[in-house]
């Protein structure tokens, strides 16, 4: 069973930066190479959201647009590990981050239990 153990999480003043892993293991089938990999938050009384996405295949990150400029998702398949860095952090990044290993064609879909970032001054 895959599990995703998210840290780097907490609280940060308004223009602040985090960054954020995920560090994944159980891998027996697939190797964590083939997994897309991407990071979610879900803010009080909102829908879960998509952060950055990191493609296996293609290699290519892509962002909410909100995030744009802002985050960088990078991933480090030799330890299996996820990253998120988050600069010049809002009042509106506030929310529980989730990451988030993927491979949708063999409906795989495994998540972490989240790690809170609070941007408040």
């Known amino acids: 069973q895959v599990q995703l153990v998210e840290a780097g999480g907490g609280v940060v003043q308004p223009g602040g930066s985090l960054r954020l892993s995920c560090a994944a293991s159980?891998?027996?089938?697939?190797?964590?190479?083939?997994?897309?990999m991407n990071w979610y938050r879900q803010a009080p009384w909102k829908e879960r959201e998509l952060v950055a996405a990191?493609?296996?295949?293609?290699?290519?990150?892509t962002y909410a647009d909100s995030m744009k400029g802002r985050f960088t998702i990078s991933r480090d398949n030799a330890k299996n590990t996820v990253y998120l860095q988050m600069n010049n952090l809002k009042p509106e990044d506030t929310a529980v981050y989730y990451c988030?290993?993927?491979?949708?064609?063999?409906?795989?879909?495994?998540w972490g239990q989240g790690t809170q970032v609070t941007v408040s001054s």
């Open positions: 988030n290993a993927a491979i949708r064609s063999l409906d795989y879909d495994y």
């Open positions: 990191s493609t296996s295949a293609s290699g290519r990150t």
């Open positions: 159980g891998f027996t089938r697939v190797c964590f190479s083939t997994y897309d």
